[in-house]
């Protein structure tokens, strides 16, 4: 059996330690004076019970297996049994068949005997919903005016459900009316509450209407261009009878097609160019604007300037610096190339280390000390690795971290003299202080806290005895100008006060600000393990990149793996209040590893290859439809390790260069033409 739940890929390998399930269940450990156990080899079919069968989010479901021989008879001898469940993000499986439901979807529910493997469907049904958040407007509503409210269903947790249709009420229908859209129109002075509900739970607003003050109405600007992704703000004047201003009323914006829109505030963004008109009403008055959008003619081409293929090894990640290039891999070594003729890049070292995957690699800012993270170690202590990179084509190991982090270490990001890791094992933040880099110690830990934890300790298999909280894991951190951004799988993205002072924390004792979070399961469906998995903060963003992979893949093989994935961008300028306000999806593939720097990003999109991204001036809607994109980089080669088949993993702007690296092809060093170069 080929089968991979979490693989090594960009996830997070440590939630669950499912791998190699034939094995162990063909070669079960036996201890002195035990029976042995009976043989397993006449066992062809598994079958579990119940087949099939619903579950809500928090429940558990007890299963139980029995294996039959050829001719359809149990084999009735206790036989050794592993089980599982995938997606491993929305359930986990305790050795005795008891499996915990995290999330919504359909989950598959396995167990595996001498090598056959049978399964059980669960479909599980979303928590219920807990409170409704409904927004206020920003003012009284008009007499003859509509406002549209906006609504959202949260669960316990407060992560958000979007499967919600609500039905919208008025306590006053002489005052204001509302129809099943929550739009809101104005019928006589007076207050009222308006209320979404669904499913028993209610929750609303008040609201004022008063007389229509406005005698006319204008908007500013009349006319004016724009570029496809260009935000342009409208703003109405609206005076009265008197000619004087009146006070802040809401208005209600329209387009005259669908290749654009305006938002609540007058931010117009189109998405296709053509002339647009502009609609602004309040009450029984309306204003027209126009606008002409130019396409945005921002692409270039990519020249590939120089590259170090790989065939029968996969790379990870890239961290370049001065005149080297690191390139970790799906395995025991970290590579190292000096660069300084890019052309040629020559591998001058490779430092190999106990792993069965290098994810991450990075150095301080002054490139003397590198930093690894480990998975997989067959010691079963992962953890991080410290190289002194003095002579950087020749890095040497000075210490490790192992105490707290034996579990495994996906991500880690470096800020002065202290390293900020994920544990796969409990799911939490860590910061190392590394100041005396011979001797680093644990300063801190913080944790997004559960309702009810779930905690394994598999007995066999390469995690056996260590505890591993199966419902919550943490994929990758950055910390910019004191606040550290993680990226929390389905908990989404938190933020953390490390030494920006907004809530008094510091490295050592990071204090909470807040948390964004989606809907993972409405985003995907069903048969997906998605979750956020890159972050990278720019000027008043943060690009929160999901990883989506399907619940079953094996990366070992040759095959195209199929992914998908959006990157969500967050408004950070209040970072107690993060706001999603645009995203770029490329379609049919999936997003990985960001790095942004001078309005431009640059990614690895999996199988969409390398792409560059113009995220310049304020960005809302998608960036995708708005022909955003500068260029894109084919990264496939018959000669890789799956031939023809991109999985670019990440980039890096570096001295004018753009560095991409490719699971499946190695590192590729490109340049952009200039504007208008053949």
Known sequence: MSTTFGSRSGLVLATLSLLSLSAQAQNPPTNPGEQPQPSVSNVRVVEISPGTAEAKVGEELRFTVVGKDATGQPVTDKLPTTWFAAPFDLAAADEAGTVTFFGPGRVRVGAVIGGKTGYATVQVHPAPVDHIDVDTPPGPILVGASFRLTATARIATRDPRTDVSFEWTSANSSVAIVDQAGLVTGMAPGSTRIDASYAGVKSGVSIRVVENPVAT??????????????????????????????????VNWSVSSDGAFIEPDGAFVAERPGNYVITATVGDHAAIASIVVLPRNVSRELEVVGRAPLKDLQAMEQWIVGNHAYISTVSNSLLVYDISDPATPKNTDTVTVDARQINDVST????????????????RRNGIVFLDTSDPSHPRVISEYTTTVTGGVHSAFVDDHYVYLTDNATGSLRVIDFQDVKNPKEVARWEVELPSPKILTPTTGPRAGQQIVANRMIHDVQVVNGLAYLAYWRHGLVILDVGNGVNGGRPEKPQFVSRLQFDYHGLY?????????????????????????????????????????????VDVSDPAHPQKVA???????????????????????????????DVSGELRGDLYRQNREIARLWTGDAQGFRPNLPFAWGAQPHNGLIYFVDLNTGLWITRLKPAGSK
Do not use: C
């Not at 000027?539 to 999901?546: E, T």
């Open 583 to 613: 995203e770029y999806a490329v379609p049919e593939a999936g997003a990985h590893n960001i790095w942004v720097e001078n309005d431009i990003l640059y990614m690895g999109y999996y199988n969409g290859g390398g792409r560059v991204l």
């Open 525 to 569: 469906g069903d048969g997906w393990l998605a979750g956020a998995h890159s972050v990278f903060r720019y000027k008043n963003y943060v690009f929160v990149g999901d990883e989506v992979f399907p619940e079953r893949f094996d990366l070992n093989s040759k095959d195209r793996t199929p992914v998908q994935g959006i990157v969500h961008v």
């Open 364 to 379: 301080t800012k002054d490139g003397r000390i590198a930093v690894l993270t480990r998975e997989g170690a067959s010691s």
């Open 217 to 250: 109405l204008t908007i500013d600007p009349r006319a004016t261009r724009a570029r496809t992704g260009d935000v342009v703000r409208f703003e109405t004047r609206a005076n009265d009878r008197q000619g004087r201003p009146t006070p802040r009323v809401p």
